[in-house]
């Protein structure tokens, strides 16, 4: 079964996704040893409407510095590191692609 597929468990996971994310960082002169939260910022709003859906409902949720947010289907992790920085919340998060969870993408910010 090819990915994307309506019978397809995982649609989302195409097997190069980390692969092309570590490429265009390395083609923008980006060390993958030393990556600041600024570095990922072409890539953070990885869903529909992008980071107006996430200002959207940052707002409509009234997230506050002083809660902790689960991110359930984080992908690469750009709403956690964009509500640590910008709101200060904390923030757990979970995707079930591998290729795009991976402990690099979370552990800036």
């Known amino acids: ?12 996971a195409t097997g ?3 692969e092309r994310i570590e490429r265009a960082l390395h083609d923008n002169g980006r060390s993958l040893d030393a ?6 910022d072409f890539l ?14 940052v707002q409509l ?4 510095a002083e809660d902790r947010v689960l991110d359930a289907g984080s992908g690469i992790g750009g709403t956690p590191r964009y509500l640590v920085r910008q709101i200060g919340c904390q923030v757990a998060s979970v995707d079930f692609t591998p290729s795009t969870a991976t402990p690099r993408a979370g552990s800036t910010g």
């Open 1 to 12: 079964m090819t990915a994307g597929t309506s019978s397809d468990p995982n649609p989302y």
């Open 16 to 18: 190069t996704t980390r």
């Open 35 to 40: 990556l600041d939260p600024a570095d990922l």
């Open 44 to 57: 953070e709003e990885f869903h529909i409407l992008g980071r107006l859906a996430t200002d959207s409902l």
């Open 61 to 64: 949720a009234e997230v506050t």
